[in-house]
DNA sequence: AATCGTCTGCTTTTT
DNA sequence: GCAGACGATT
């Protein structure tokens, strides 16, 4: 039974979860308690007589899937929290297809293509498919091909351009290889549910309740999932802040949240407002900047905690001295005040920008963590593994044969393979039957054909092994890797036997949480794949150790997060606004970021500007941002650093010696 | 097949 | 000013 207390929660939030029926459009603010509505509401479903089972709440994140999942888990009794499914739109879209995409033409064991896999398969089709004098960058060609799926538009008939022929033989391809990418994970799923009325009422009827999440970061594909699936019953409950829409480079449509009306008529709209996150020298300084965006939901953020620190504006000289100022005072405050690290977060608009705070950092022996850059994932040793795995469960699966057919090398050289590639492409079918083939195996050297076969009779057992019903993919994986010698391979490409053994035993982790996997899950490596494609978010040992510090991150990265004293770098015209968004006219959203920035801060708020920044290599003076005259001025402390420097006695030349003294201790 | 050098072109990145 | 990509070299 649910323990929860409607009690605890505010008047309007109260409305939120009481409104059971029909659309529901929660405005939630900044650190107004969404994900606290979000299962409140949940818990009184069920009190009111939901089965939850039928309850659906589709986020974006697995972090907030996962958070969301745990907080119900407290609220509620486990049987019946572990009833209700809490999904990603990815991971929701792809048990969809996983169930019926037989009937889209595709087989159901298909693959899922990263971005690296989908930017090689553009690659190979535009070197295949253009002139001579055509160029054509496969990045510009992923992006535009992602965009247009994601806005349902079909691949040209006529392939009179450049970009309408990649996008159709791209699109075809993926078919030929029975794989799908992020986008059509969505878009397929749309298709199946659209074209197939059963599956449709299946799923309509499996889900009666449903929430969606950040609702204002939803692009076209997702509104229209959300819709089919909500029938006429439309008990559709979104929560989301069109304030904290910074996405929209990324297909995000505001226009879903501000025009929620216009799709589901009628709602019931709660608003909430009362902060239980920052000062009101920070919810003022947020509020009048927001202001200024011409088209949004109007709300007043406001705290009933009283005072708190003004905002502070530093302009430093450069960007050398305004990561000092801030990394020192960082420093200060944690011996001062007894402030841990984690309590600091640095936020910018580049993640280029986390150099010079790095190296400062490093100087004054502080632990800090950078959110962000290059996944576990992404790493070489892992990315073979997984493409191991993956040609086991799919051979078809080409851009994994590509990427391990000759590593550890076996004679399968790349010459070879351009042809064997050559001769599947005419031949309509995949690399893997190629290999298989006899005649092109006769167009082959001897000693060629039998390595291929070698290498084919290798993948072909293991195959078969792994589809016996008792098998141990586990520990089928693990003698595939040693028959293989991948372990002496990585010896043979790595610099320093220390890099080796790192990369080794980041195999053993894959390996570990596959053997975790099957202990918990009935979906085999099929399904170990499927999480791994879409929750590339873990990290390895090392870098969980290093959780605590300063953080350092960028304002995208830092929505939905919150730090007691957040410090936001780089306010300068052309960093934020950044040059490009100006040019693109999305000046409205670079505003939101700079709120999604300001409002992260819980306590105390410090912006700052330079007057010269080092860009591409070179000095260039720089303007403060158009954005600092919106802010309240009222709230403001302005200070230049120079001058505060300077300054012969007083508080701040005291507190610059005691950051000397600090570092000359801490060094 | 690997490595070296030159060229290019610079955001943000939930899945 | 640097990383990533690609072509020329051994």
Known sequence: MATFRLFDLNDAQQ???????????????????????????????????????HILAVTFTNKAATEMRERLARILDADAASKVTMSTFHALCLRILRANIDR????????????????GLIRKIITRTSARDERLDPNLAKNLISKAKNNSWKPPEN?????????????????????????????????????????????RDRFRYLMVDEFQDTNKLQLELVTLLADERRNVAVVGDDDQSIYGWRG????????????????????????????NAILGTASALIGNNPRRRAKKLWSASEGGEKVRLIEAPNDREEAQFVTEEIQRKNFADGDAWENFAVLFRMNAQSRLLEENLRRLNIPYRIVGGKSFFDRREIKDLLAYMNLLVNPEDDASLLRIINTPARGLSAPMVARALEWSVQHKCSLWRALGDREFLAEVSARTASSIRAFVEMVGDYETKLAEPLSN???????????????????????????????????????????????????????FLDEVALDQEREDEEEEEIKSGVTLITMHAAKGLEFKHV?????????????RSKAEGSIDEERRLLYVGITRAMRTLTLSYCRNRTKYGSVASCAPSSFIKELAPELLDQIDLEKMLSAPVGEASAKSRFAQMRAALAG
């Open 15 to 53: 409305r939120a979860v009481r409104s059971t029926e029909g659309p529901l459009l929660i405005l939630a603010g900044a650190g107004t308690g969404k994900t606290r509505v979000i299962t409140a509401r949940v818990a009184y479903l069920i009190t009111q007589g939901a089965d939850p089972s």
């Open 104 to 119: 889209l033409g595709y087989k159901n064991n298909f693959s899922i293509y990263d971005e690296g896999d989908q930017l």
């Open 159 to 203: 392939e009179d351009t450049l970009l309408g022929a990649v996008f159709a033989r791209y699109q075809s391809e993926l078919k030929n290889l029975n794989a799908v990418d992020f986008d059509d994970l969505l878009a397929l799923a749309v298709r199946l549910l659209n074209e197939h009325p059963d599956v449709r009422d299946r799923w």
């Open 252 to 279: 995000a449509e505001v226009s879903n949240i501000l025009e929620f009306e216009h799709h589901f008529p009628n709602p019931t709209i709660v608003t909430l407002e009362q902060n239980y996150r920052s000062t």
């Open 473 to 527: 993919p586990a520990a089928l994986v693990t003698k595939l890797i040693g028959e293989i010698g991948y372990a002496a391979e990585l010896r043979r490409n790595c610099k320093t036997a220390e890099e080796a053994a790192l990369r080794e035993s980041n195999v053993g982790d894959i390996l570990r949480d596959l053997s975790l996997f099957l202990g918990r899950s009935t979906k085999g490596l099929r399904g």
């Open 567 to 579: 410090y936001l770098i780089g306010l300068e015209e052309g960093l934020l606004p950044h040059e």
